[in-house]
């Protein structure tokens, strides 16, 4: 990952902090606290964190409004699926990048049981939020947090997202499997997604 590709993410604050920095720049990086203590997980030389099944957290609660003004319940809409959810914002250049690979993967898989859901962040209201989705013909819903809150239900040491973009995996069983803190490739999307749609 270059420099400039490293820096252009933006850091979410730990767990104990109250609401986002909003006063931070769009994409301006730095680290974070938060994700520490005894984990479960490891991080692979590809950047992305798996948790071997039967040691997994518990998803958080994750509803709310959604971008479009509906409502959405990711656990009770989404029960026995696996589910995706990026992290990302319209300000935010890697999320561009990697929208399209999320929008081909998500018709790919659709039928085998994966849904997706985006999480935005930091938009100061839905309309760029809108935008974006229409620009990268996202078809799957978006939970609108422009403060982070949804973010913070994300336990300390569990597979946070502490980074805009985040993608995490959800397994079958509400339980958090996989997270990465870069933007994905349609490659490393599905080989995140591979070994959880292989589980029984």
């Not at 990086?29 to 964190?49: K, P």
């Not at 978006?142 to 959800?170: A, H, M, W």
């Amino acid at each position: 990952m270059s420099v400039r590709t490293s820096r252009s993410r933006a850091a979410l604050p730990s767990a104990g902090a109250a609401v986002l920095a909003l006063t931070l720049s769009a994409c301006a990086g730095g680290s974070i606290e938060g994700g520490g203590g005894q984990t479960g997980f490891i991080t692979g030389s590809d950047g992305i964190a798996t948790v071997k099944k039967g040691d997994r957290d518990d998803a958080p609660d994750l509803s709310g409004e959604t971008i479009d003004g509906g409502r959405l319940d990711v656990s009770s809409a989404y029960k026995g699926k696996i589910i995706v959810v990026n992290v990302w914002g319209s300000w935010c250049a890697p999320c561009r990048a990697e929208a399209p690979n999320l929008v081909k993967v998500s018709e790919d898989l659709a039928d085998q049981g994966v849904r997706f859901v985006g999480i935005n962040t930091r938009d100061s209201s839905t309309r760029p939020a809108v935008a974006f989705e229409g620009q990268y013909k996202v078809e799957y819903p978006s939970l609108y947090d422009p403060t982070g809150k949804l973010l913070l239900r994300f336990e300390k040491g569990s597979l946070n997202p502490q980074f805009i973009p985040s993608t995490l995996v959800i397994d079958r069983e509400g339980k958090l499997a996989a997270r990465t803190q870069q933007a994905l490739s349609e490659e490393k999307l599905r080989g995140m997604l591979e070994p959880i749609l292989a589980e029984k």
